[in-house]
């Protein structure tokens, strides 16, 4: 087996890893919690951190570099929560930016609406469908179907105009 196996009486200069978690757990569980300011991702970042460096027991050469290589990992590992937490709310806020408030769909007409959508060329109906369903740029369409800005536009266009002449008609009926 080329992994490192630990075992509850594994360590280093003698001590345990239970041992070491035990004297440098708490110390490292105030530096997250001070770090992050909440306590169950503090206990989440100690943990991953113990276990991260638990690997590294044989190559460090004494307790007293425990402490600190725990505290460094626990730091970094914060770091990193933060630093992701931050990535993830700028997303979050440019998608609910972008994300317009939608009409409750019309269910008595939907299955109106895809027949509708069957009935038309397949590039019209596959522009309409990237555009509108989508929510593609123009230029998102024409990139995706593989021509110019303007034939998008065109097919687009064409699309809609054939849709509301047929949505007309079924309304008329």
Do not use: W
């Not at 509850?8 to 978690?21: K, M, P, Q, T």
């Not at 909440?38 to 690997?55: M, N, S, T």
């Not at 290589?69 to 630093?83: E, G, H, M, P, Q």
């Not at 034939?151 to 064409?158: E, F, I, Q």
Request: glycine share 8%; charged share 30%.
């Amino acid at each position: 087996m080329n992994g490192v196996t630990i075992t509850r009486e594994a360590g280093i200069g003698g001590r345990s890893l239970e041992r070491l978690y035990q004297e440098h757990g708490p110390r490292a569980l105030r530096v997250a919690f001070l770090m992050t300011g909440d306590e169950r991702l503090a206990e989440d970042l100690v943990q991953d951190a113990f276990v991260r460096i638990a690997g590294s027991f044989r190559h460090l050469r004494s307790t007293d570099a425990f402490g600190a290589y725990l505290n460094r990992t626990v730091i970094n590992l914060a770091k990193d929560s933060f630093r992701r937490n931050v990535v993830e709310g700028r997303y979050l806020k440019a998608e609910a930016q972008r994300a317009e408030p939608m009409a409750a769909p019309d269910l008595g007409r939907r299955d109106e609406i895809v027949e509708a959508l069957r009935e038309l060329p397949h590039r019209q109906r596959a522009a309409v469908v990237l555009r509108y369903l989508e929510d593609m740029s123009e230029q998102g369409v024409a990139d995706q179907l593989g021509c110019s800005l303007s034939a998008a536009k065109s097919l687009v266009a064409r699309g809609m105009e054939t849709l509301r002449a047929h949505m007309e008609v079924t309304t008329d009926d």
